[in-house]
């Protein structure tokens, strides 16, 4: 049996098949263009659906959805997502109608950390801590071997706990919020003011064919050893290890998992990161916590198929 895993993000929506031991059959993408309106964007993910239906048919038993945004997991419901500009959005209703497919949906990161439960832990630590840098920043805990919703199924924004109060302004329209300060639209503005010619930085430090001033332009910059993009990187792991103490100390994990195409410049940030965690007061959480940074950049598109393998076989 086979599960459909898909993952929600504001630029991109990526789609996988896996069978039950996480391996990967399948894998397909598109643009999301949430500008089109939710109803365009589900009818074209239906009809990427139908293509794995055509492939695999009857093997296929589940969708498993991740999105990026605040979740109603019970109805199905995208409640706010900053990063799409939807708003109260039933994705799994009309999606399982047009597929004829069992769906549920959560969260973009619970989908990582129930990903990273499956595949990087192998179900071994019950109480895990995924935190996705991405354009924003999200997490997702694993806590007695359960995912965890909290009392409205929202558990897991951690982008919008408040860092710096009145501080830098947010996509989701507040200030000061960890996502404000690491995530990579939030970074790459920190790097504007203070890369000044921006046009001979991304000829010089751009990865060929992605001539663009982006986080994998940063990192190249950082590991040529130019200053500004080094500081760039110091303030980003700086401001990741105050949220991250904050997060531990209150969920006490026994693993924090680290994905999403932020964390791969992790020689750059992880130095401050563990300077701020090792500052702390109350010792005996972050010396027993294990931190650990995912090569696996669709964590979460495979916790999504795993997850609804999970309940449709239940």
Known sequence: MLGIGIDIGGTNTK??????DGKLLAQDRFKTEPSKGAAHFI???????????RDYGRQLVSIGI?????????????????????GNVNIVKPLGKLTGLPCVMENDANMAAWGAYELECKRKNDDILTL???TGIGSGMILDGK??????GSAGEAGHLKLVPDGRQCNCGGKGCFEAYCGSYAIMRRARELIKNEAAFVRRYASPGHERFNTICLTNAAADGHAAARKVWAETGHYLGLGLAGLILVLNPGRVVLTGGVSKAREWFMPAMKKVLSAQQFKTPFSKVKIAVSDNSDLGSHGAALFGLER???
């Open 132 to 134: 996705t840098l991405g």
């Open 15 to 20: 789609l996988v098949v896996v069978n039950r």
């Open 66 to 86: 991740g999105a990026a945004g605040d979740v109603d997991p019970e109805r199905g419901v995208l409640r706010f997502a900053a990063n799409l500009g939807w």
């Open 147 to 152: 995912l965890y919703h909290g009392a409205t």
């Open 43 to 53: 009818r074209v993910l239906a009809g990427h659906v139908d293509t794995f239906k």
């Open 312 to 314: 449709a076989l239940k």
